[in-house]
């Protein structure tokens, strides 16, 4: 299980202006994360990826590009979750013989499926591809929510490992770590790193890890190692930064920002839209501001 634990970017992919991929750009990416960032892992084809937005064979040539890339260096998960349940299976099947550690899966979403339903999705992905699975729980953007003992009928199937934990619910969290210690949970709001490290959760995956990766880490340790003052302070500056990101655009200013970095990020495929003229100048007053 620890083998599994750590700091994971949930990986940023770079497309061009015409929202095609950017290979050598999701490359420099890639090894900003690692070199730079230093993070443990990547969380590949996630929400931060874009990957709702794009089809199956673009999927498929990410999955692979951050394999090839990072490879031996960091742990690597992929998110293969879709409401096209025959895609998870498929991308599910590509990721797990491309030799990714571990599958993660969003809840399905958008219809209104029972639990019954969404076990049947998760159980489904793993007797097909004989992976991990690290559950994906994100109640805001899904509209499913599950229960302390719905976790537990999931944690049932004993290749299901842990959880995505994207939720502010800490009671639910704090009944999860004491129920399943056993189980993986990372801290899936990037803004409640130190409070879900004092839960003693697993690791993070997140998006603003991509360029705040050093500073996450350190709170993260801090937390664990007891040392919460100090930890509070780092907490401080990074939602700082994160208030500023999330008012300009998310996904759009950690690119922006990552330009500042040196790294190639590109642009984000629409229906997102572009960063205007002000919001460009304002992610590089975060970046100079707070990193
Ligand atoms: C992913 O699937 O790409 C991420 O793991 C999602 C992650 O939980 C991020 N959530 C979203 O982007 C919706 C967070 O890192 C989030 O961006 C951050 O906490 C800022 O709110």
Known sequence: KTKLGGIYSALMVAYDEDGNI????????????I??????????????GENFMISTEEKKRILYIAMDEGRGQVKLMAQV???????????????????????????????KFDFEEIKNYYNTIIEATGNYMVIYFIPSLTGVNLSLDQFGELFENEKIIGVKFSHGDFFLLERLRKAYPDHLIYAGLDEMMLSAAVLHVDGGIGSTYNVNGIRAKQIYTLAKGGKIKEARELQHTTNDLIEGILANGLYQTIKEIMKTQGVDAGYCRQPTKRLSEEG??????????YL
């Not at 950017?22 to 994360?33: A, D, K, Q």
């Not at 070199?35 to 931060?48: C, F, I, N, P």
């Not at 460009?280 to 501001?289: D, V």
Request: hydrophobic share 35%; charged share 25%; no cysteine.
């Open 22 to 33: 950017n290979e050598n750009g999701t490359r420099e990416i890639i090894r900003h994360n």
């Open 280 to 289: 460009i100048i304002a992610a590089k007053e975060l970046a100079e501001k």
């Open 35 to 48: 070199h730079k960032m230093e993070v443990d892992g990547l969380y590949v084809g996630g929400s931060t």
């Open 81 to 111: 979750g879709s409401v096209n349940l025959k895609e998870a299976v498929e991308l599910g099947k590509y990721a797990t013989d491309l030799g990714y550690d571990a599958l993660s899966a969003v809840t399905p979403f958008y219809y």
